[in-house]
C-alpha cells in the first residue's frame, strides 16, 4: 500500500527565468524535491506576450523536474502578473445551522464568499482571499474557526484582484504545456510566505523583489499585503552596464556578474582578473575592483529607486525591509544594506530544508500558501495519484536542483468543495 504523500508544484514565469518547484510536506515540515530555473522566452516585463514561446519554456522547465523525479507533473500553483492588482477590505458574517453549532469547512467557504459578493467588478478576476481574522459569536477572536462552536461566524480579510488578462494568459500556457492550474497566486503572497518571520508577524514592512525587468514592491501588515507597486527595473541593468563597458556579449555579462562581481566594492581583489572575448572578438580582462564598483553603483542606484517607490505608496518609517529576487544573492549584497541603508534593510532567508537561493522565494512561499489554505479548510490534498506516488517512491528522494537551465479549472473561489 502506498501512502499519500502531500505533493505540490509550484511555477513562476519570470522575465529571465522560469521557475519550477517541487515540494513535499512531510511532519509539517516542507522538503525541496526538485527545481529547476529555464531561461525565459515571450515574456516581456513579467507578462507574457509570445504564448507559444512560453509554452516551450515552461515545457522545457517541467520536464526538468520531471526527470528528477520520474514522474510526469500535470497539476501546478500558477503565479500570475500583479500588474494592476487592487487589494480590498472586505467581511461577512453567517448564521451556522447545523445542529452541533460547529464551523465546518463549508461556511468557512460560505463566509468568505459573501465577503467578496459585493466587492468583485466585472473587469477583475480575484486570485485569493486573505483571512485577518474571524470572531464567533461576535466576540472571540481567533485565526481558524474550523470545528468550534459558536451560533454566528464573521470575518474580516482582504481580497486580491487582478485584471482578468493576467490570468488567462498564464493558465493559458499552461495548459497548453499539459499542466491543470489549480490554484493562482501573486508573487508578493509567496514571498512573504517564504521570507516571514518572528519580527515580520506582527508588524509593518515590505518586500522588494527585484527581478530581471521589473521590481515588485509590497506593503504588509501583519504578514498580510495591502499595497504592491511595480516599477520598470531590475537586475538586467546591471547586465546592460558591463555590456556596454566591455563590450560583452550577453551571456557572458549575466556570467561574470553572477560569477565574478561583487556587489559590494570593499571586498574585491584589486589583484584579481576575469579573462573574456568580448563581441569583436578582442580578449578583454576584467578588474575584479573595478567591475564591483561598476555594479555596486548600478545596485545602489536601484535600491535607491525602489526604497523612493516604497515611500511613494506607504510614507511612513517601517519595521522591516526585505530584499529578494535572485539578485539579493549577489555576494556581499547583505553588507551592502547595511553599510548604505537602514538598519532595518535585509536579505531575505529562506528556511526550507534543500533551498536557500531567493530566485524561488515566491514559487516556494506559494506552496506554503497553498497549504495554509488546506489547513484552514481541514482538508489533505497531494497535487500525485497513487500511480505517481508509487513511481516517486521508488526512486531515491535526493533533492535535486537545476539552475541550467482557461480559469474554470482553478479549484473554486478559496479552494472549495
Request: glycine residues 4%; contains cysteine.
Amino acid at each position: 500500500m502506498i501512502l499519500l504523500k502531500n505533493i505540490f508544484t509550484s511555477i513562476d514565469i519570470g522575465s529571465d527565468n522560469v521557475k519550477v518547484v517541487t515540494c513535499e510536506l512531510y511532519n509539517n515540515k516542507l522538503n525541496l524535491l526538485a527545481a529547476s530555473s529555464i531561461k525565459s522566452k515571450g515574456i516581456k516585463m513579467g507578462v507574457i506576450v509570445n504564448p507559444n514561446e512560453a509554452s516551450s519554456a515552461v515545457k522545457q522547465a517541467l520536464n526538468e523536474v520531471e526527470s528528477m523525479l520520474g514522474i510526469k507533473i500535470d497539476k501546478v500553483i500558477a503565479s500570475v502578473p500583479s500588474n494592476f492588482a487592487e487589494f480590498t477590505f472586505i467581511k461577512g458574517e453567517i448564521e451556522i445551522t447545523n445542529e452541533e453549532s460547529i464551523v465546518t469547512s463549508k461556511d468557512i467557504v460560505e463566509v468568505m464568499q459573501i465577503a467578496m459578493d459585493s466587492k468583485l467588478t466585472a473587469d477583475k478576476e480575484m486570485v485569493t482571499i486573505l483571512p485577518i481574522d474571524f470572531r464567533l459569536n461576535d466576540q472571540d477572536l481567533v485565526t481558524n474557526p474550523l470545528g468550534r462552536q459558536t451560533k454566528t461566524l464573521s470575518t474580516r480579510a482582504i481580497m486580491v484582484t487582478t485584471p482578468k488578462r493576467n490570468i488567462y494568459s498564464v493558465v493559458s500556457v499552461l495548459e497548453d504545456a499539459g499542466c491543470d492550474v489549480i490554484d493562482i497566486m501573486i508573487n508578493s503572497i509567496g514571498n512573504i510566505n517564504s521570507l516571514k518571520n518572528k519580527v515580520t508577524e506582527n508588524k509593518i514592512g515590505a518586500i522588494i523583489d527585484i527581478g530581471a525587468e521589473t521590481t515588485n514592491i509590497a506593503l504588509y501588515n501583519k504578514n498580510i499585503i495591502v499595497k504592491n507597486s511595480i516599477i520598470n527595473m531590475g537586475s538586467k541593468k546591471i547586465d546592460d552596464i558591463i555590456i556596454k563597458e566591455y563590450n560583452l556579449e550577453p551571456s557572458d555579462a549575466k556570467r561574470i556578474k553572477e560569477k565574478f562581481a561583487l556587489a559590494h566594492k570593499k571586498f574585491a581583489n584589486v589583484s584579481d582578473f576575469y579573462e573574456v572575448t568580448n563581441k569583436f572578438n578582442e580578449d578583454v580582462k576584467i578588474n575584479q575592483y573595478e567591475i564591483s564598483e561598476l555594479c555596486m553603483n548600478k545596485l545602489v542606484e536601484m535600491i535607491d529607486l525602489s526604497l523612493k517607490e516604497l515611500n511613494n505608496i506607504c510614507g511612513k518609517e517601517l519595521d522591516y525591509v526585505i530584499f529578494t529576487g535572485g539578485i539579493s544573492m549577489m555576494s556581499h549584497f547583505d553588507y551592502l544594506l547595511k553599510e548604505e541603508y537602514d538598519k532595518n534593510a535585509s536579505v531575505g532567508l529562506m528556511r526550507i530544508i534543500g533551498v536557500r537561493n531567493n530566485m524561488y522565494s515566491a514559487a516556494i512561499g506559494n506552496i506554503i500558501y497553498f497549504i495554509s489554505k488546506l489547513r484552514l479548510k481541514g482538508k489533505n490534498y497531494s497535487m500525485l495519484n497513487s500511480n505517481d506516488m508509487e513511481q516517486l517512491s521508488n526512486r531515491r528522494n535526493n533533492t535535486s536542483v537545476s539552475n541550467n537551465s482557461m480559469l474554470g479549472k482553478v479549484v473554486d473561489y478559496f479552494f472549495g468543495e
